[in-house]
């Protein structure tokens, strides 16, 4: 740490007093390496910024290093430090820096390095998403997928996350007409080979990661075009009776036979039309993926639209007219029942492998809530309510790793002034995927 210090200090005072000579801009890179390696994230980004700024041309490639240099990892690289920069400001909240960084990488980079350059400029979304500011969400990414999402350089998981997020900033915004249509472009992009084509990226210790992200964004596009199926659902209303001369049996029989069979029969179908499309995301190959979040949610729904079938016969109006007629009443009630078991039987198993699969993998979230309340409310004897209690239901997705901002201050200023044992005090935000 001390020889970390003495090495600031001199690249400093270099800099200071030969601002334009080869080995000061250097020596900007390797100050962006010692304070990165301290985690002074603010300061290794300023000093990555003032090296691509006038030596964005150094790569580490060619003649550009000694052989000492590249043993030594002192080569300086200004798209990698620059892309480090990007991730630095992102994490710290820095949305303008990091949106000027990005313009600049894909400046100097977009023709030689397409693959990064995409990488970069895909992130600055999660700055929009974070704030919540949907219009540029839509915006950026849509630019993306135009810029992008056709070339070889976009990698399937970021273009089929693209399209989700776009649609998810229109959901945001009760839009969920322009929303559809991004989901279904995700869903075909998985179809058409997105994960052949990570499975064959060379990079093998990462096709692992893209191939998740590839196959959970995949998912919730899945989820939410079935949830357009599930409200369609829960809007096919339960019939009135409707004596239409008089309460006797053949009203009722006449209500049963026109009004409540096609009911049954039309919500039935449009239950099983969503149930189907809430099964696309287990069917999704490969299998040995998991994405249970989104298997538990669409499990929770399947449960949900049976027991909201059982909830509309217990909840059916019975017509003054029928109630006081206890033959009448008798048979009413009896059709609604004989409907009503069938759909109950099958609710549980619904709500019991949405329960199992949370179990197995630990995973609680609302949807693993329901399952359990769901079930409980059924048949409290058999499913009672669990004691333990869990942790905050949440699914979050990052596109990077995203550094915290350490409180700098003092720790920031011994750590300039070269007293590194002060600065080791300070709190460390983890870098995450900027290497």
Known sequence: MHLVGKAIRARQRLIQTFPTSALARKARYLLGQNFHALAFYEQAAQYYEEFAEHDHDMTGEGDQCTAAERTAGTCPNAPEGLQNAVFFRIGLGQTEQAVTDARNFERYYKRSRGQETAQVMFAIGSVYEAAHDWAHVISHYRDWLHDYGRAREALPSQVIRANVQIAAAYRAQNDAAHAAPFYRDAVSVWEHGAAERINALPDEGARAGYLLEAKTATSEALFY???????????????????????????????????????????????????????RIAALEPVAVKVPQWLIAAAARTGQMYTAFVDAFDDAPIPAEIERDPELYEVYVNALNAQRQVFFDQAIPKF????????????????????????NRLNPQQYPLAAEMHGQASYAFHDQARPGAAELGAHAEAAEAGDTDAAAGAPAAAAGGAQ
């Open 225 to 279: 075009m079935a949830e357009d199926l599930y409200n369609e659902y829960l809007r096919i209303r339960f019939p009135d009776f409707n004596a239409r001369g008089g309460a006797n049996m053949e009203a009722v029989n006449r209500w049963a036979t026109r009004d409540f069979g096609p009911w049954v029969v039309r919500k039935g179908a449009a239950l099983r039309t969503a149930e189907a499309a809430y099964a």
């Open 352 to 375: 019991e492998y949405c329960l199992v699969t949370s179990t197995q993998v630990r995973w609680f979230n609302e949807y693993s809530r329901t399952c359990e309340l769901e079930l």
